[in-house]
């Protein structure tokens, strides 16, 4: 075969000039460009059938074990956030994993101990009673302090899934093979999109949050089934922020003189000093849950004289109102002058906006009398 020197490129295939830079994507050559497209059309499936096929063999041959050391890495992490609590328990095999102690805790009961909404017979429930009864071969001593945060059984199923294809997708990115650059791209892409979204799927598959109450020591035990509040940056926020709510735990000290006023008949005369209050709220389901043992302290002044009563005798449980009342200076100056005074040695009066927040613990048949009252805003002279 007479094979003959090629010539010059024509005129119309610019080749590239010495210290001109290309713009991105750019060819030299548009030849390339043409090639490239070219090859995208005939190639496009099979590459992505080639991914596809990598992928799921690498998915696969992810063992339970992976998966189940990837879920409690997750569980760790939250185990390291624990506010407001004072500890997060994770996964407790025996009633001896979870301690006897002072302080509102909050126990991330095991994958494999899973609830289904309504149900007063699954695994969660059963567990936590059996933690909640006993300190290892003895019964437990404080058993106001736990709170039980259980896996859905749907959703930790669909939570281990994801965390399986997590697996296999790194698991090409760590360990290509024979993948092409372009390929290896589109399987960090997929990485980066379930470890942007593994947390928030670790929130839906732990929704249940299981808590032991008792209206009085005559009560029998019953357990409080709930959802947790979504959209919570940690496990521990989104439990205290749900409990809070339902008024299963006190996060300050609004209404606990009151109460512990009322528990005065069944704890008796005998307790003067914070430890033994304390400790009796740590034991008994019947007494408000504290989340930090230290509001006790700014209500147990008043709290152990006799005769502490609410001004209005208004039963049924309490639920906390909030409002926000805008006020002016002549409200502040009749409040507090002094305040008001050292504010505008330093602010100019139209620099100075005031609102009072009133928070108040009140029965359900009471809050459309305040609300009324908040509506007409403060009373002038």
């Known amino acids: 075969m007479n094979r003959r020197k090629l010539g010059p490129p024509p005129s119309w295939i610019p080749a590239a000039k010495p210290g001109i830079e290309l713009e991105a994507g750019e060819a030299a050559d548009p030849l390339k460009n043409i090639f490239s497209a070219s090859r995208t059309a005939r ?25 189940q050391a990837e879920l409690t890495g997750l569980l760790m992490i939250e185990k390291r956030r624990p506010s407001p ?14 301690r006897d102690t002072r302080g509102v805790r909050l126990v991330l009961l095991s994958h494999l101990h899973t609830h289904t909404g309504g149900a007063t017979d699954s695994i969660a429930r059963k567990k936590s009673a059996a933690f ?32 399986r294809s997590f697996l296999g997708w790194k698991s090409l990115v760590e360990s290509p093979g024979s993948l092409e650059p372009r390929l290896i ?32 020591p005559e009560s029998p035990l019953e357990w409080s089934e709930m959802p947790l509040i979504a959209g919570s940056h940690t496990l521990a ?41 304390t400790d009796e709220f740590g034991k008994h389901l019947y007494l408000p849950r504290l989340i930090d043992e230290r ?30 009342l805008r006020l002016d200076q002549d409200d502040l100056a009749r409040i507090a002058p002094q305040l008001l005074s050292r504010l505008l040695s330093v602010v100019s009066p139209v620099d100075l906006k005031l609102t009072l927040q009133i928070d108040v613990l009140v029965p359900d048949s009471s809050r459309p009398q305040l609300e009324a009252i908040f509506k007409e805003g403060p009373a002038k002279p």
Request: proline share 3%; net charge negative.
């Open 237 to 277: 926020e989104g439990a205290a922020s749900t409990l809070a709510e339902s008024g299963l735990v006190r996060i300050d000290d609004l209404g606990l003189a009151e109460d512990i006023d009322a528990a005065r008949s069944w704890l008796g005369d005998s307790i003067h000093s914070a430890s033994q209050l």
């Open 43 to 67: 190639l496009g499936d099979a590459e992505e059938d080639i991914l596809l096929q990598s992928y799921v063999n690498r998915r696969d041959h992810i063992t339970d074990q992976a998966v």
């Open 132 to 163: 909640l009864s006993h300190y290892g071969v003895g019964p437990r001593r404080y058993r106001n302090t736990l709170v039980f945060l259980a896996a859905d059984a749907t959703k930790i199923q669909e939570l281990l899934e994801e965390l």
């Open 295 to 324: 509001i006790l302290l700014s209500a147990l002044q008043t709290a152990l004289n006799a005769g502490i009563k609410p001004r209005v005798a208004a039963s049924g449980p309490r639920r906390l109102l909030t409002h926000s």
């Open 185 to 216: 791209e589109r399987s960090k892409a997929q990485v980066a999109r379930f470890v942007e979204r593994r947390e928030g799927a670790l929130r839906e598959a732990y929704s249940w949050l299981l808590t032991p109450l008792q209206k009085d």
């Open 85 to 98: 609590f004072g500890e997060i328990v994770v996964a407790p095999s025996s009633n001896a994993d979870v």
